[in-house]
C-alpha cells in the first residue's frame, strides 16, 4: 500500500488558487506549455492546478512548509530538509505509472512521484536526478514530436519515508 494524505477541502481551494495563477502567467508570458504535449485549454488548466495541489500535498505529508510559489519555472518545486524537490504528478488512473525526469535536470535534485485522487493524494516514491540513467529508460514514447525524457519505473523508486535519510 502506498503512502498517502487526504488534504481538507480549503488547502485544495488554496493549492487550486495558485495553480490557476501559475497558469495564467504562462499564457501571459505567452510561454510554451507541456513540453509539446498535445492537450487543450482545459487539460492545460487541470493539470497545472492538479500540479500544484500535489506539491502542497507532499508538503504536508513531509511536514514542509509550502510557499505557494508562482513564475518559478526553472526551480524547485518545494525544498525538503533542506534539499531540492521536483513534483511530478499524474491524475489517479488504471494507466501505466511512471516518474518522468526531463533532459535538463539538475542532478542533485530529487523527483518525488504523487498521484492525483482528490482529495486524496498518493506518493509512489523518489529518486535522486543524479541517478536516473542508472534506473530509467531513455524514450519519447514513440511520440516525434516529443524531446526525450527520462522514464523511471516506480519499481524502481524508494520509499517517501526513506527520503529523512539521504
Known sequence: MKESITLDWPEILSGASTG????IETLR???KWGHGQNANT???????ISGCICEMALAKKMDSYFNHSVNNFFGKDI??????????????S?????????????PE???????????TFYFYGYIQAKDCQKYGIWT???????????????????????????
Open 29 to 31: 508570458q505567452n510561454m
Open 94 to 106: 488504471k494507466y501505466e505509472k511512471f516518474l518522468t525526469i526531463r533532459q535538463k535536470y539538475k
Open 42 to 48: 482545459y487539460q492545460k488548466w487541470g493539470q497545472t
Open 20 to 23: 490557476m495563477i501559475r497558469e
Open 140 to 166: 519519447n514514447q514513440n511520440q516525434p514530436d516529443r524531446p526525450y525524457f527520462w522514464k523511471i519505473p516506480i519499481d524502481k523508486l524508494k520509499p517517501i519515508s526513506n527520503f529523512k535519510y539521504e
Open 109 to 119: 535534485d530529487y523527483y518525488f512521484l504523487v498521484i492525483d485522487n482528490m482529495p
Open 79 to 92: 525544498t525538503i530538509n533542506k534539499k531540492p524537490v521536483q513534483v511530478k504528478s499524474q491524475l489517479y
